[in-house]
C-alpha cells in the first residue's frame, strides 16, 4: 500500500508539471504573403502603390540618385514551453520582400519565405 502511494504521488506530480505549460506568440514587421506580393508589378506599379498595400518598409537604401531598394521584413513565432522540457514546439514564419524603386516605379522586386517547424 505504501509503494501504491508513492507511486500516485510521483504521477500526480508529473501530470501536474506536464501541465504547466506556456503558448507564446510574436509577430513582427508588415504581413507577407504572396497573395499581396503577386499584386506588384515591375514596371507599372508605383512608390504610393507599395505603400498602400506594405505600409512603411523595415529599411530603405539609396543605390543612386534614381534607385532606393526597399526591404520589408516580416516574423511571426508560435511556440509551446513546458517547465520541465523547455520549447517542445514552435512554428515559424519569415518572409523578406525586397522591392527596388527607380523614379518611383518598382523595376524589380524578390519575395523569400521559410517556414520550420519543430514538433516534440
Known sequence: MKNLSKILI?????????????????????????EKV??????????????HIFGEPTAKTVINSNETKWTYKYLKKSSTSHVLLGETN????EGTLEVIVNQGVVTWFNYDQNNKQKKW
Not at 501530470?15 to 504572396?34: D, F, V
Not at 503577386?38 to 505603400?51: C, D, F, M
Open 90 to 93: 514552435y512554428n515559424i514564419l
Open 10 to 34: 510521483v504521477l500526480f506530480s508529473i501530470l501536474a508539471l506536464a501541465a504547466c505549460s506556456q503558448k507564446n506568440y510574436y509577430e513582427q514587421g508588415t504581413p507577407l504573403n504572396h
Open 38 to 51: 503577386n499584386k506588384i508589378v515591375e514596371g507599372s506599379t508605383t512608390e504610393a502603390q507599395l505603400l
